[in-house]
Every structure is written in C-alpha cells, then in structure tokens.
C-alpha cells in the first residue's frame, strides 16, 4: 500500500497499480535524464566557456608572441642600421686613413724628391767646385812650369853674359901670366865667385871680373811675365806692381767673371760649342726640369737642347697612389708636347663644341685598349692614378729629325680628397664595387629647396660659374627611385659638364662653384632646380676643370670626355684623341 493524491487532493492510502508504479517510475527517469542532460549541457556550456577561454589565451599569446616578434624584427632593423652605420664609419674612418697615409707618403716622396734634388745640386755644385780647383791647380802648374822655364832662361843667359864678358877680356889678359910684374900687381884685385852659376865654365876654380854686382834673382811671377814679354826683367816696386797684375790677370779676373755671370769655371768650360747638345738618352734630372702640379698646365725647362733619340724614351716623374689602370679601364689623361730644342709647349690647338680652340694642354678621357689608345696603351696600362710620365721620342719638324718631349699626367676617375661626415637629411651616398655608388633616399621627404653637402673635400683649383668640369655624375627621381643617369663605374668614361649651358641644371650651377677638384658632393634638388617635371638627388665627383674658353692664340685645352646618358647635365665633347 502506497500512499498517493488523488484528482481532489485527497490523501489516499491505495495501492499504486503497476501501471502507476511505472509511471512514477518513468516520470523519476525521465527526471533522471532532465537532470543528466542539465548537468550535460551545463558541462558542454562549462567545456565551451573553458575552449572559449583557452582560445582568448592562445589569441593573447599569439598576439604577444607576434609583438614580440615584431619587436625582435624592430631591434634585427636597427641592429642592421646601427651596423651599417658602424661600417659606414669604419669605411669613412679606413678611407680617412689611407687618404692621411697617402698624403703621408706622397709628402715623403716629395721630401725625398726634394733631398734627392738637394743632393743631386749638392753633388752638382761640388763637382763645379773640384772642376774649379782642378782648373785652378791646373793654372798654377802651368804657372809653376812657366816660373821655372823663366829661371832657367835667365841663369842661361846670365852664364852665356859672364862666358862673353870673360871671352872679351881674355885677350887682354894673355900678357898678364903668372909670374910677370903686372900680373902679380893685378891679382889681388880679383876675388872668386860664390854662387854655383856664377863660376866660369871651362875654368876650373876659375873667377869673375869684378863687375858691377849682379841683381837680386826675380820671383816666379816676374820672371814668367817677363819671358813671356820677352824684356828684362824689372826690379823693385816695379816687380811688385808686375807680379800683381799678373797673379790678378791669372787668376783672379776669371774668377770674378764666373761670379758675375753665375757660373764656375766648370760650367763655364761646359758651355763650350762642343757641349751645346745633350744626348737623348741623357738623365730626365740633367737634361731638364718638369714643373707644376699633376693635373695643371706643366712647365719644362730645358738645360740644353736634346739630340734626336733612336726609340720612345719613358721617364716616371711622379708615381700615383691611386687604382692601377688595367685593359678596358676608363682612364683621365691630362697630355701635352714640348719641343727638345727650346722646350716650348707644342700641343696641337683642339676646338670644343662651339668652335672655340684651345692650347698648352689636352684633356682626354679613353678607355685603355688598343683602338682608342693606339702606341700609348702600352705606355698608361698598369700605371696608377696620381702618375706623371716624361716621354722623349723622334719627330720631323720642317725635314729634320729632332725630340719631342710629351707629358702625360694620368689623373683620377673618382673623387681623390679627405672624407667629410655626412649631413643629416641629404641622400646617402653608399660605394660599391669597381668604382660606383649607389643613391639612397630611405625615408626622406622630396626637397623643396635646393640644399648640397659636400662628402669628400677636394684639394684642387675651384670650379667657377662658366667652368666645363670633367666628372662623374648619378642622377635619381625622388619621386619613383628610377635611376635618370648613372656616370660612375671603373670602365665608365667620365662626362663633361658646362656650368654656363642654361640646359645644365640650376642647382648643379648654383652649388657646384667655389668647389675644389677632387671633391664629391651630394645634392637634393627641387623639379624648378633640376629638369622642371620632378625632384632628384644627384652625386658629383668633380675631377678636372678645362682651361678657360680663349681664341685661337689662347692658352688652354681641348678636352675629349664623352657624353653622359642626360643631356640635361652633360654636354658634348669633341671625339678622344690621344694624339697630342
């Protein structure tokens, strides 16, 4: 019996049937399963919040683990720049270097040039001085020489009077012989002689007459001036005044005149007719000199005119310390010709674009190999940058085989002066291998004024505002990156640039005067300072300055650089030559 409720809520005490037992019991199953599905579902929403959780936990590691990656990627970039950098320094700091280390040695080259010089003039005046003394002890001897022939003369002559004086007196002494009253009254009167000379030859013992008494014998000087004038030989002041004027004759008037000319009696002798004319082969030091710097306008001077050599004579004034210039290399020479007979400058006048001639130099800009360099590749091949050459070869002038004398100065391709530390805000200039550069502009606004800084400082002439500049030059658009022209290289020929051109722009003529040779320099420059359509960023190595533009009978050079890719920047040039 089990008690339940029936419909009016009565409490009832029968019992439950079986199929109210297996309701209850259904209804407790179904209870059963509402709580078990409950507590399942409270589970998968317990086990969804947990994967939800762990989900936000892996997003937030993977977020932090993406910043710290982000943040490793941020410290590896400035690892990167700080290393640059520190290379960048390093190789400012090594160029800085070997540029100190090459002013060094090329003022040692030059300290020991000048000791050479110095030696070689020391050398040279004391051979002038041995040649004076021997000229000198020369003329003694011969002095000496002449003395004593002049003694030798006048003690035979003395001897010749005494033998006629006693062969005149021999007859009248016949009868006065020994024995005779006279003669024994006469002899006391006689007295022998007591110089050797002065004894009677052919009487032995024999005496003089008493005569009048002989002269005090004559010094060297007096006795050669009197022989040689052929007259008696004076005596007293007279001889003085005589011996004088004859030492004073001998040796002391050429001696004054070689003062006042400059020259010693050596050189005075090697001015002779027959030395007018060194040999060909003669040394560069002793045949003649070479002046000014490597690059200017030389200057020779020569010590005597040069004999026509056989073959091409090549004399290294000044050995460079730059690059080697190997086959196919670009190569800046700067050429000119001097006569061997008087040294004067013979180089061919060369005209550039608007006709104007120039003389007394040549700048050519070649590559080295055969077609373009001709007899001269041999010559400049494997010679490095900063060298001056002496070459003494054969010419006909007017149908005579005479010297010609050329100089060549083999100047650099790159800029050649002392690092300066960049400026802030301007492009990087970054060098690369076998002479180029490349322009960075990373994270640098377009300019909009026209700005320059100069990189490394020349030491050369300055350029002016109607210079044509020899150089090399990269120009890139500030607006893409894209290269406009591009100069640099070690087989790329340099350009030439007219600052007076109005195509040539502002900016470069504006920034580039009162700028030395040997310089780079880095500029940032609007589109109204470059070509008028967008802004760039230009490098410049400035390595020579044509002579300025004169007529025909005018001092300067023509030049033979090539055109570069912008016809903005360059301008043309007469074709190379390395003729002259």
Known sequence: MTNHHDDNGLESTRPLTRRERRGLERLGEAQAQRQAAQKRAAEA????????????????????????????????????????QRQAAEHRAAEEARLRAQRAEAERVEEARRLEAARAEAAHLEAERREAERLAAERLAA?????????????????????????????????????????????????SSEAGPGKLRGFPGGSSDRVAPEAPPAVGGQRALGAALNRSRPRGHAALILVCLAVAAIIILPLALSIVNGKSPASTAMASPAATMLPADTPLDQAMSVSGRVGARPVVKLKAPLSAPSSLIKDTLITGEGRALQPGDAALLSIATFSGTDGKNTTTPGA??????????????VSV????????TDIVKGTTEGTRLVLRGPVVVDGATSTEITVIDVLPTLASGTAVAPVAGMPAVIPGDSGGVTLSLAGLPAP?????????????EQVHSDSRIIARVQAISWTDGSVITNDYGAKVLPVAVDLSNAKTYAGLRNHLVDVPVGSRVVLALPADQARGDRPVAVVVD??????????????????TPTIGSDPEISSPAPAATAGN
């Open 369 to 376: 190999d055969q077609a373009s360099l001709n007899e001269l």
């Open 143 to 191: 002095q000496r020489r002449a003395a004593q022939e002049a003694r030798r003369l006048e003690a035979a002559r003395a001897d010749e009077a005494r033998a006629e004086a006693l062969r005149a007196r021999a007859p009248r002494a016949a009868h006065r012989l020994p024995g005779s009253p006279a003669a024994a009254h006469r002899l006391p009167e006689t007295r």
């Open 448 to 460: 909009t004024r026209s700005t320059a800084a100069v990189l490394i400082q020349g030491a050369g």
């Open 45 to 84: 929403l317990a086990a969804e919040k947990r994967a939800a959780e762990a989900r936000a936990a892996e997003q937030r590691a993977e977020a932090r683990r993406r910043a710290a990656e982000r943040r490793a990627a941020e410290r590896r970039v400035a690892e990167l720049r700080a290393e640059h």
């Open 542 to 559: 400035i390595l020579a300055i044509e002579d300025p533009k004169t007529d025909a009978s005018g001092a300067g050079p023509g030049a």
């Open 352 to 365: 550039d674009s608007e006709g104007n001639e120039h003389t007394g130099r040549r700048l050519v800009s």
